[in-house]
């Protein structure tokens, strides 16, 4: 596959959505072909198990959490993200299987091993070629949620869950160093975008290598 696939990760409130319009420009100036898209969601069926995950008043066990969170994704695989790629685009995610590490691993304890079993079920060997990770102490994070929207599903779970998503996050960077970037994104807007631009060149020369 040609494309080139990026994701943007990290804990609810940690700034993705934020900068995603710099990494639009920067990509928009060197003419790159691209598809924008998220998880859990990107397809119609996707946007469906969206609705039903995040919204506040569904019970569901961290087992059904899990299979929908894959069975979105797979969708989404086959749907959207490996065409796009065949095609030579870029595909950008907002998140990725590291949030299915952090949140379903981390935050609700699964075990790692039964993600990995998944993952490698669902994608085989397919990992993103970049998945930057935004990231910001966990208080920082709730407070900017709780100023920003109506929490959902996800975002009225406690501190202590957050602190663990965000260790799966930054122990899944630290183990695979080429294909992560960190991003400390509770700097000014300035300083990410220096980071990002950086982050960005990198991949993009990267890309053009495999051409
Ligand atoms: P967001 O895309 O608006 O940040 O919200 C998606 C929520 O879904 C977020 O709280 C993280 C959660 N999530 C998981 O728990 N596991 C996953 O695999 C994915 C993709 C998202």
Same mark, same amino acid.
């Given at each position: 596959?040609?494309?080139?696939?990026?994701?943007?990760?990290?804990?609810?409130?940690?700034?993705?959505?934020?900068?995603?319009?710099?990494?639009?420009?920067?990509?928009?100036?060197?003419?790159?072909?691209?598809?924008?898209?998220?998880?859990?969601?990107?397809?119609?069926?996707?946007?469906?198990?969206?609705?039903?995950?995040?919204?506040? +008043?569904?019970?569901?066990?961290?087992?059904?959490?899990?299979?929908?969170?894959?069975?979105?994704?797979?969708?989404?695989?086959?749907?959207?993200?490996?065409?796009?790629?065949?095609?030579?685009?870029?595909?950008?995610?907002?998140?990725?299987?590291?949030?299915?590490?952090?949140?379903?691993?981390?935050?609700?304890?699964?075990?790692?091993?039964?993600?990995?079993?998944?993952?490698?079920? !669902?994608?085989?060997?397919?990992?993103?070629?970049?998945?930057?990770?935004?990231? !910001?102490?966990?208080?920082?994070?709730?407070?900017?949620?709780?100023?920003?929207?109506?929490?959902?599903?996800?975002?009225?779970?406690?501190?202590?869950?957050?602190?663990? !998503?965000?260790? !799966?996050?930054?122990?899944?960077?630290?183990?695979?160093?080429?294909?992560?970037?960190?991003? +400390?994104?509770?700097? +000014?807007?300035?300083?990410?975008?220096?980071?990002?631009?950086?982050?960005?060149?990198?991949?993009?020369?990267?890309?053009?290598?495999?051409?």
């Amino acid at each position: 596959m040609n494309g080139f696939f990026l994701v943007l990760d990290g804990i609810d409130g940690a700034g993705k959505s934020t900068h995603l319009a710099f990494i639009q420009q920067f990509l928009a100036n060197e003419r790159i072909q691209t598809l924008y898209t998220r998880e859990p969601g990107g397809t119609e069926l996707g946007e469906k198990l969206r609705y039903l995950l995040l919204h506040k +008043d569904n019970e569901i066990t961290p087992d059904t959490e899990t299979l929908l969170m894959f069975a979105a994704r797979s969708q989404h695989l086959q749907q959207l993200i490996y065409p796009a790629l065949r095609q030579g685009k870029w595909v950008i995610s907002d998140r990725f299987t590291d949030a299915s590490y952090a949140y379903q691993s981390g935050g609700r304890q699964i075990p790692t091993e039964r993600i990995a079993t998944i993952e490698n079920w !669902v994608q085989g060997d397919f990992r993103p070629d970049m998945t930057i990770i935004f990231d !910001v102490p966990v208080a920082i994070s709730q407070e900017r949620v709780a100023k920003a929207r109506q929490k959902d599903r996800f975002e009225q779970e406690d501190p202590a869950f957050f602190a663990r !998503v965000r260790q !799966v996050y930054l122990q899944q960077a630290a183990k695979n160093p080429h294909r992560y970037a960190v991003i +400390d994104s509770n700097q +000014d807007k300035q300083m990410v975008q220096n980071h990002l631009l950086h982050i960005l060149s990198g991949c993009l020369k990267q890309w053009k290598g495999k051409q």
